[in-house]
C-alpha cells in the first residue's frame, strides 16, 4: 500500500550558476521529518546530491575548455590565433520589420586586433558612408558621403565598443580566457539547436553572451547577445556563421546572417578576404572627404 505520509512531486529545475539542467526530475517530499530520514529513498536523493555539486564546476571547466580549444583547432589553431588583421570587401543587405531589402551594398573593412576598425560601406566610391574606430584612443569618426568628417557621438562609440565585445574573434582570442569573467557551460541546445552546446561567459558588468558550438564540426554556430538602443528596447542580437573556407590557413564564415529580437536584419557576405596585411595604425586615423 503507498505510504500517505509521503507526497510526489514533479519539477523541472534549471541551475543556471552551475550550468546544469535538470528535467522531469521526480523526488519525494516528506511532511515528516523523522519518516524521511528512515526512508532509504531519501538517503540515496541526499547522498547523491552531496557527492554530485563539488564535481559540477570541475566537470563543466572541462568540457568549456574542450569546446574553445577545439572550435580554435578547427579554425586554424595556432595560425588563426597568429593573425593580426583582415583585409576584407563584399556585399551586405539590410532588412526592416516587414522583410523588404536594401538591396546589394558593397563594402570595403579594414579591421585590426583588438580595437581598430575602418569601415567603407556603398556603391558608389564618392558617396560612401566611411567609419573609423581607434578604441586604443578612444576615438571615432563619421564620414557621410560629401560632408564634413564629424567625431562619432557617445552613442555610436558605444555601439562600436559593444560590437568589438561580442564579435567571436574577441571572444576566441581574449574574452573565454580573461580570469575577470565567468564562464558557464548550459549543457545541449533545444530545438533546432538540438546538435549544438551552448557556453555562456558573465563578466563584471553583468553583460552575457552566449556561444553555440556545432558538436560535429566544432566550429562556432552563432553568438547570441543582450543590448538596449537609445530608445530604451530591448534587444537580442544573434549572429549565425555558415559557408566556412580555408583562408590562408584559416578557416573563416563567408557569410554572417544577423537576428535581432528573432527578425532577420542583415546578410553579409564576403567575396574576398587577405589576412595579416601588416597595417600601420595611421590608417586608421580620421578619413578625409573625396574630392
Given at each position: 500500500?503507498?505510504?500517505?505520509?509521503?507526497?510526489?512531486?514533479?519539477?523541472?529545475?534549471?541551475?543556471?550558476?552551475?550550468?546544469?539542467?535538470?528535467?522531469?526530475?521526480?523526488?519525494?517530499?516528506?511532511?515528516?521529518?523523522?519518516?524521511?530520514?528512515?526512508?532509504?529513498?531519501?538517503?540515496?536523493?541526499?547522498?547523491?546530491?552531496?557527492?554530485?555539486?563539488?564535481?559540477?564546476?570541475?566537470?563543466?571547466?572541462?568540457?568549456?575548455?574542450?569546446?574553445?580549444?577545439?572550435?580554435?583547432?578547427?579554425?586554424?589553431?595556432?595560425?588563426?590565433?597568429?593573425?593580426?588583421?583582415?583585409?576584407?570587401?563584399?556585399?551586405?543587405?539590410?532588412?526592416?520589420?516587414?522583410?523588404?531589402?536594401?538591396?546589394l551594398i558593397k563594402f570595403n573593412d579594414w579591421t585590426k586586433f583588438p580595437d581598430k576598425s575602418r569601415n567603407e560601406l556603398g556603391n558608389k566610391k564618392k558617396e560612401r558612408d566611411v567609419t573609423v574606430f581607434n578604441l586604443e584612443k578612444n576615438e571615432g569618426w563619421i564620414l557621410e558621403g560629401q560632408k564634413d568628417t564629424r567625431d562619432a557621438t557617445p552613442d555610436e562609440m558605444k555601439s562600436f565598443k559593444n560590437a568589438v565585445k561580442h564579435s567571436l574573434d574577441n571572444i576566441l582570442r581574449f574574452r573565454w580566457k580573461d580570469p575577470q569573467n565567468k564562464v558557464f557551460y548550459l549543457g545541449p541546445g533545444e530545438g533546432g539547436d538540438v546538435s549544438l552546446e551552448l557556453v555562456q561567459i558573465l563578466d563584471p558588468e553583468n553583460d552575457t553572451v552566449t556561444i553555440y558550438f556545432d558538436r560535429l564540426s566544432k566550429l562556432p554556430a552563432k553568438v547570441e547577445y543582450r543590448d538596449v538602443d537609445k530608445r530604451g528596447v530591448h534587444l537580442r542580437n544573434v549572429e549565425e556563421y555558415s559557408q566556412w573556407h580555408v583562408v590562408q590557413g584559416v578557416k573563416l564564415p563567408l557569410r554572417i546572417d544577423g537576428f535581432v529580437n528573432g527578425r532577420k536584419a542583415s546578410q553579409l557576405f564576403l567575396t574576398k578576404i587577405t589576412l595579416s596585411n601588416n597595417l600601420l595604425d595611421s590608417f586608421f586615423s580620421k578619413p578625409v572627404p573625396p574630392k
Amino acid at each position: 500500500m503507498r505510504n500517505t505520509s509521503e507526497t510526489d512531486v514533479d519539477c523541472g529545475l534549471r541551475i543556471a550558476d552551475c550550468g546544469l539542467r535538470i528535467s522531469g526530475f521526480r523526488f519525494t517530499v516528506f511532511p515528516n521529518p523523522q519518516s524521511a530520514i528512515r526512508n532509504p529513498k531519501f538517503c540515496l536523493f541526499l547522498a547523491c546530491a552531496v557527492l554530485l555539486i563539488p564535481l559540477l564546476p570541475a566537470q563543466d571547466e572541462e568540457k568549456i575548455q574542450k569546446l574553445f580549444r577545439e572550435a580554435i583547432e578547427a579554425m586554424g589553431g595556432e595560425t588563426y590565433l597568429k593573425v593580426t588583421d583582415t583585409v576584407s570587401e563584399g556585399n551586405y543587405f539590410l532588412f526592416n520589420r516587414d522583410g523588404d531589402s536594401s538591396g546589394l551594398i558593397k563594402f570595403n573593412d579594414w579591421t585590426k586586433f583588438p580595437d581598430k576598425s575602418r569601415n567603407e560601406l556603398g556603391n558608389k566610391k564618392k558617396e560612401r558612408d566611411v567609419t573609423v574606430f581607434n578604441l586604443e584612443k578612444n576615438e571615432g569618426w563619421i564620414l557621410e558621403g560629401q560632408k564634413d568628417t564629424r567625431d562619432a557621438t557617445p552613442d555610436e562609440m558605444k555601439s562600436f565598443k559593444n560590437a568589438v565585445k561580442h564579435s567571436l574573434d574577441n571572444i576566441l582570442r581574449f574574452r573565454w580566457k580573461d580570469p575577470q569573467n565567468k564562464v558557464f557551460y548550459l549543457g545541449p541546445g533545444e530545438g533546432g539547436d538540438v546538435s549544438l552546446e551552448l557556453v555562456q561567459i558573465l563578466d563584471p558588468e553583468n553583460d552575457t553572451v552566449t556561444i553555440y558550438f556545432d558538436r560535429l564540426s566544432k566550429l562556432p554556430a552563432k553568438v547570441e547577445y543582450r543590448d538596449v538602443d537609445k530608445r530604451g528596447v530591448h534587444l537580442r542580437n544573434v549572429e549565425e556563421y555558415s559557408q566556412w573556407h580555408v583562408v590562408q590557413g584559416v578557416k573563416l564564415p563567408l557569410r554572417i546572417d544577423g537576428f535581432v529580437n528573432g527578425r532577420k536584419a542583415s546578410q553579409l557576405f564576403l567575396t574576398k578576404i587577405t589576412l595579416s596585411n601588416n597595417l600601420l595604425d595611421s590608417f586608421f586615423s580620421k578619413p578625409v572627404p573625396p574630392k
